[in-house]
């Protein structure tokens, strides 16, 4: 499944990327068009979560399925979610996008601490944890109708009609809550590995399908008034086809080792868990150093510090803490 791992390494680079882009206190106009465009790529990584899920659970047992996810990845936020929240509750940081400063300096300690787990708020990316965890709880239906196809094929549908319902919380607010809104890209990679046939036949015309899906989803911003919450609903839409885009194109033309693409898929969690860290540093450097210099310059600047900055802290930590490291820094 050289292509699922490919896949994977891309989409956390495209989710490094989309991060990246929140630097900017003023972003140029066409840095909104990118954002667009590929600012919902998180829904790829749901996507081969389920499809990886499917090949991850034939011996499945519900509460060695949960004691992994601790040890891989909850145990691994505890741990490299410290410094960000640190920051937070010893209150050097005073200003959050979102979150009432007020009121949560009003909590105690123990308070303050449990919310920024629960909702991920103490770093930008880390909403996705709570999220992914929810999905997570629920692998008991997941297990039930992975060989069910006809029922998976129905719970996917209405999956795909409650998230445009229900929508994406905006700034990522309520992570629990957007575990509706991901939820039909997990089913849709549960689907794709049961039914490999529905991408593995038609490279070509995914192609053409993703360039126009790209463009559509570029020009959101075009619509102008229209609200926040409706655009996320045509971005479900989009992102759902586009995952089984991507999917073909990276069987057609990706379906074997990528030595680079290899270690980012590898150490992907890592890279969730820490690349947050050295935006926000890029962010201060570039609100009171480099302003004056253009974005177009400094974006691959900082894109490309952040994946290596992000790379180089796990192969120290790897080096530091050797067998521990898999449940410390999930990797």
Known sequence: MYHVNNFRGAAILLIVLTHCLSVYEVQPEIFRYLDSAIGNDTFYFVAIAGFLF???TNDFSYGRFMLGKFKAIILPYLVLSIPAIAIYCLGIKTDHAWMDMDWFSSL?????????????????PLWFIPMIITLFALSPLFV???????ALAIVFLLSVVVGVIVGRPESD????????????????????????????????????????????????????????????????????????????????????????LDLFARISFFIFFVHGYFVAAFRLIDSHFLADVPALVTLPVYFAAT?????????????LLRDRSRTLIAA
């Open 144 to 150: 039930l109708l992975k060989d069910r196809i006809g």
């Open 108 to 124: 105690n300690p123990v308070l303050q601490v449990g919310f920024l787990y629960a909702t991920g708020a103490h770093l930008g």
């Open 173 to 260: 607010k309520f992570p629990e809550l957007e575990s509706v809104y991901f939820l039909p890209a997990f089913l849709l990679g549960m689907l794709l590995a049961a039914r490999p046939g529905l991408y593995r036949t038609h490279a070509k015309g995914a192609v053409f399908v993703a360039l126009v899906l790209l463009v559509f989803s570029a020009s959101l911003p075009m619509l102008g008034d229209a609200s926040h919450a409706f655009k996320m609903r045509l971005h479900l839409l989009i992102e759902l086809v586009m995952s089984v885009c991507l999917f073909s194109l990276f069987y057609a033309f990706m379906n074997h080792r990528t030595r680079w």
């Open 54 to 56: 499917s090949f991850t």
């Open 307 to 319: 994946v290596l900055l992000s790379v180089a802290s796990f192969v120290v930590l790897k080096i």
